[in-house]
């Protein structure tokens, strides 16, 4: 036996390992999480499913990755306001040991965001709310977020056109995603039912900025003006995230969403990515994502 493999052999019994066979190569298995989807969808949990329990105190970031780890959550959506501080930027050794827990964890963080409003008539108010989503974007960096949520936002504006509303908008987002586009984060705007509530809307606005930098969080629950599925089919294309919800609304009324028909729709757009759940209302939150993030993998299957 020559000196090398002897060095060999010592060096590796220091470390505890076993020698395996007698080819002088040896393998050591590491656990590993339940690969992605064969179509590339992974599932993901959106912070908010958890939002009274994360404001009150009883449960915290690290809990709420735990929980993804233990249910099998190959992501977790860590929301703005349920960081310390929000809307101030916490400190970094605080977003790093964050980053670290989750990594740990075996669980991606799929995406961040903040409650911003871009509606707002004056522009010296509607400054901070870029300066909100400037400061967080560097945030989602920090933590490997790739995608930064924001809204369009709420405000009436009576009396003044919705084009110089939808104008004004466009200049700020833009803002947003030259920035985003920095620091490696893609800005996506989610419809909400409030200043955007159609596909129509949501593809215009995207369209009009044209950058691989923006893209769409599509909320499957925001969709109330038409039918929610066949607008899910006209917006897919512009998706760079999900808050996929326990219901739609269809014709008025709250449905139970039919999960079959959203995952023909995603394949059939060749989504890639992260499929993050939201859990809304009444209710244990955690058996309540728990049977959704059931149903959703059977959907998967």
């Not at 656990?31 to 958890?50: D, E, H, I, R, V």
């Not at 404001?55 to 233990?70: E, Q, R, V, W, Y």
Request: proline share 4%.
């Amino acid at each position: 036996m020559n000196d090398h493999l002897h060095r060999r052999k010592f060096l590796v019994s220091l470390a505890g390992v076993p020698i395996l066979s007698s080819i002088g190569v040896s393998a050591v298995s590491s656990p590993k999480k339940n690969p992605a989807n064969a179509n590339g969808l992974k599932t993901s949990l959106n912070a908010f499913s958890f939002n009274d329990a994360l404001l009150k105190g009883n449960m915290t970031i690290d809990d709420m990755i735990d929980f993804c780890a233990a249910t099998g959550f190959e992501g977790v959506d860590i929301t703005g306001y349920y960081f310390k501080g929000y809307p101030q930027v916490p400190p970094d050794d605080y977003l790093f040991q964050v980053k670290r827990k989750a990594f740990g964890s075996g669980v991606e963080i799929s995406g961040t965001g903040v409650r911003n409003d871009f509606t707002i008539a004056d522009k010296s108010k509607r400054d901070l709310e870029v300066t909100l989503v400037k400061n967080w974007i560097e945030v989602a960096a920090k933590i490997g977020a790739p995608v930064i949520r924001v809204f369009a936002g709420n405000q009436k504006n009576e009396g003044i056109p919705k084009e110089q509303v939808t104008e004004w908008m466009l200049k700020d987002i833009q803002t947003c995603v030259d920035y985003g586009k920095q620091h490696g984060v893609i800005i996506g705007l989610q419809n909400h039912n409030d200043f955007i509530q159609t596909a129509e809307q949501v593809n215009k606005m995207i369209e009009a900025i044209n950058s691989p930098w923006l893209g769409l969080i599509l909320d499957t629950g925001s969709y109330r003006v038409l039918d929610p599925y066949e607008e899910i089919a006209r917006s897919v294309k512009h998706v760079v995230n999900w808050q996929i919800k326990e219901k739609v609304f269809l014709n008025g009324a709250e449905k139970e969403t039919d999960l079959n028909k959203l995952m023909t729709i995603i394949k059939s757009s060749g989504y890639k990515g992260y499929l993050p759940i939201e859990i809304l209302g009444e209710g244990d939150p955690k058996a309540r994502a728990t049977a959704m993030f059931g149903k959703l993998k059977k959907a998967l299957a």
